[in-house]
């Protein structure tokens, strides 16, 4: 064997919450590059893990260090940005080192021997390599394989991005055409340079095929089918490893994802685009509790890449940091719709005045009536899915909670099956009350399920131009369980096969629906009165998106005389919500939201953190929310000064399969004290930890997005 002489640190994904430092040291016989991936021994198994940066020592020969099991060789090591973005987002997200490094790779890759590894990357090689560049491309400034015109506002925004660093909030409405300014940026950078790369994240995987679509058709004729590939978790794989690994060779020049591609590794990254830059979904919610739109700021600002920021409804966050005042980030208009389509009118519903008990108003009944009539399509949204959310018995007032939650089990009339859409307990429904034994239990409340079937009944005479009868079909997370449902499904809808689209709020994001020109919200009130203070954004948000389906292809609307329309029902017509979304402003809202937040130190005016405790009761949960809470104000934590510890409190589904869970708020107005605060109390966590019995599990989200 030969001298064990060099010690290396090596981040290793050690179990969650163990005491195991961010690095551990192994020996090796030579030097390795940071950013090398190797197999190390842990414990009694063989682990993957990345070399870090570190200063070089000597480990004298035969020393207690274990030594490295092998080096996987074959691969460009990891670069130091791509260290600093996963140092940066452990560091901020509080979180080990090792465990977001690695969970930053494809786990196809975290499982490969350096044997296989070599034979893939063979396979690569023998592979076809980069298509000729052709002669369009590489003309820099200016190119103009662009098949479309940009419209003026479009050019505006696109030169400001080629000339400014940003990062740029492209605050664009609905079929303003942001798409086409995301492909013209991405064209400029890439023409600049001849390996630069572009990163594209999308909010949901339903999204990625349309944009995909979009992005091939424009740039693979210049720089070949290999230069784009997509990274989400609907893939296999051994899809994502591929992906993964052309990004990391540098031969994808367009990388398409949802959140978790913000971590692939783009040694000559220029761009990042994120799509829908306001949605929730860009907030992960396990392990790392990253925001993938905040590391693309990040990442852009370290990498040297510019960062579009995309929303019609931007989080009040990024509008705020774009604002005159902050200027943080750039903001870039386009209030127009492309071929001065209009946007569609608000018709508000006041259901105090309809038929009691309507589910839909006679007169919204009547307009999807005569708009399928005409061969138009409409977009009804409700946002639960299910047949029902509760099986009820009238009486005795018993109702189908789920025994391992502190939520209902919601009846599903397809299989008869009783689920819980917290925990996933399913049962079947029983034939009669099992409390007092009345066979008339009945569902109550509403989902798309029930909507769908309704809505067929009312629109049952309804006849089409083509002299078919009107077709109502429903898009939600349970139709489309199924691989390719989705798409088989939204394709039907953009071949016209639909008339009426029953949907979540699935449907009702960035899909370019050119006949569609009535679109309803059916029940949008509980979000108006929520504990949550972003639901009121989140509730704007949706409703224009959603309204943004209406109404998007100014010819057709032009040809069919029609106008489209934003159909509301509710039962507080008066709220100022309604107003701002009649008058199709944004900023109007975002002002008054945000002249709130600030009255009362919200964000963006302050900065949050939930320390989570899960355990066997919701006492013992609190406890140790309250002991944690006693452990940092004995420490004199640097920073709590600044930094307000808010009581212990349930979360709002207080029981999941078993486990109470409660959390504990922490503000501040410095996002630095909160920082130190979360840095320094880690050890005070795991310390406690121990003392409490009943406790399952602890973490701590930074910047939540609901609290
Ligand atoms: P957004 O993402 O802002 O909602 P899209 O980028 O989807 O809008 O654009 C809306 C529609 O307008 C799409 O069908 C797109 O192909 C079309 N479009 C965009 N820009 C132009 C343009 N400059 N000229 C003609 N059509 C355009
Ligand atoms: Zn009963
Ligand atoms: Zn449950």
Redesign the pocket.
């Known amino acids: 064997m030969s001298d064990q002489s060099i010690v290396l640190h090596v981040a290793v994904q050690a179990p969650a919450h163990s005491q195991i430092g961010d690095l551990l040291s192994y020996a090796h016989d030579a030097p390795l590059p940071p950013g090398t991936l190797v197999r190390v021994p842990l414990g009694p198994r063989e682990v993957p893990g990345i070399v870090w940066d570190g200063a070089p020592a000597h480990a004298p020969a035969g020393g207690p260090l274990r030594a490295v099991g092998a080096v996987l060789g074959g691969l460009p090591p990891l670069d130091a940005p791509w260290r600093r973005l996963v140092a940066f987002a452990a560091r901020y997200y509080q979180r080990g080192l090792g465990e977001v490094a690695l969970a930053a790779l494809p786990p196809a890759l975290r499982e490969l021997t350096p044997e296989q590894l070599a034979r893939r990357l063979r396979r690569r090689a023998a592979a076809p390599a980069l298509p000729p560049r052709p002669e369009e491309a590489g003309e820099g400034e200016g190119v103009t394989s662009i098949p479309?015109?940009?419209?003026a506002e479009?050019t505006s925004a696109g030169a400001q991005i080629n000339a400014q660093t940003g990062p740029f909030l492209l605050f664009?409405?609905?079929?303003?055409?942001?798409?086409?300014v995301y492909l013209h940026a991405v064209q400029q950078a890439l023409a600049r340079d001849e390996r630069a790369q572009a990163l594209v994240l999308v909010p949901e995987i339903n999204l990625t095929p349309q944009l995909q679509a979009r992005f091939r058709e424009r740039f693979a004729p210049l720089y070949g089918d290999a230069a784009i590939v997509s990274l989400h978790s609907g893939m296999t794989p051994p899809q994502r490893l591929a992906s993964w690994l052309a990004a990391h060779a540098g031969q994808a020049r367009i990388v398409l994802g949802t959140r978790m591609a913000i971590f692939a590794s783009l040694p000559h990254l220029a761009l990042i685009v994120v799509?829908e830059e306001h949605d929730a979904s860009y907030k992960q919610q396990e392990g790392a509790r990253y925001s993938a739109r905040d590391l693309a700021v990040w990442r852009g600002r370290d990498a040297g890449a510019k960062v579009i920021l995309?929303s019609?409804t931007p989080s009040l966050e990024s509008w705020h940091a774009s604002s005159p005042g902050v200027g943080r980030y750039r903001r870039l208009a386009?209030p127009s719709r492309?071929?001065a389509a209009e946007l569609p009118r608000l018709r508000l519903v006041d259901m105090a005045q309809q038929p009691r008990r309507a589910v839909f108003a006679p007169p919204l009944v009547a307009a999807i009536t005569e708009r399928v009539e005409r061969g138009e399509q409409c977009l009804v949204l409700l946002n639960r899915r299910g047949f029902a959310p509760v099986l009820h018995c009238h009486a005795c007032g018993w109702k189908s909670d789920c025994p391992h939650c502190s939520a209902t089990q919601v009846f599903h009339k397809v299989d008869r099956t009783l689920r819980c859409h917290h925990c996933g307990a399913a049962g079947s429904v029983p034939r009669a009350c099992p409390a007092c034994g009345n066979p008339d239990i009945v569902p109550a409340g509403r989902g798309t399920e029930q909507l769908e079937e309704q809505l067929a009944a009312l629109l049952r005479n309804v006849i089409t131009p083509e002299r078919r009868a009107a077709r109502v079909a429903r898009i939600d997370a349970d139709t489309t369980r199924a691989k390719g449902a989705l798409a088989a499904q939204l394709a039907q809808v953009h071949a016209g096969e639909v008339d009426v689209l029953v949907g979540t709020q699935m449907v009702a994001k960035?899909h370019?629906f050119?006949r569609m020109t009535l679109v309803a919200a059916v029940q949008p009130d509980s979000a108006l009165f929520s504990s949550d203070f972003r639901a009121p954004e989140r509730l704007f948000a949706l409703l224009m998106q959603a309204g943004?389906r209406a109404g998007?292809?100014a010819r057709y609307m032009a040809a069919h005389q029609s106008a489209p329309e934003l159909w509301v029902q509710t039962w507080h017509p008066e709220h100022p919500l309604f107003a701002a979304l009649r008058a199709h402003d944004y900023p109007a809202f975002a002002a008054r939201q945000l002249a709130e937040r600030e009255a009362a130190a919200m964000p963006p005016f302050s900065h949050q953190a939930l320390l989570r405790a899960d355990a066997r009761t919701q006492e013992a949960a609190q406890a140790f929310l309250q002991a944690a809470g006693q452990a940092a104000r004995e420490a004199a934590l640097p920073g709590l000064a600044q930094v307000f510890l808010y009581p212990p409190v349930p979360l709002t589904v207080q029981r999941v399969a078993n486990v109470e869970r409660a959390q504990m708020l922490l503000e501040s107005a410095s996002r630095a004290a909160l920082q130190a605060v979360l840095a320094a109390w880690q050890p005070l966590l795991h310390a406690e930890r121990s003392r409490h019995k009943g406790l399952v599990r602890w973490l701590v989200d930074v910047d939540p997005q609901a609290i």
């Open positions: 479309i015109a940009l419209s479009q664009g409405s609905t079929g303003s055409g942001k798409t086409e799509d995309g019609a386009m492309i071929g960035g370019d050119r943004g998007r292809d």
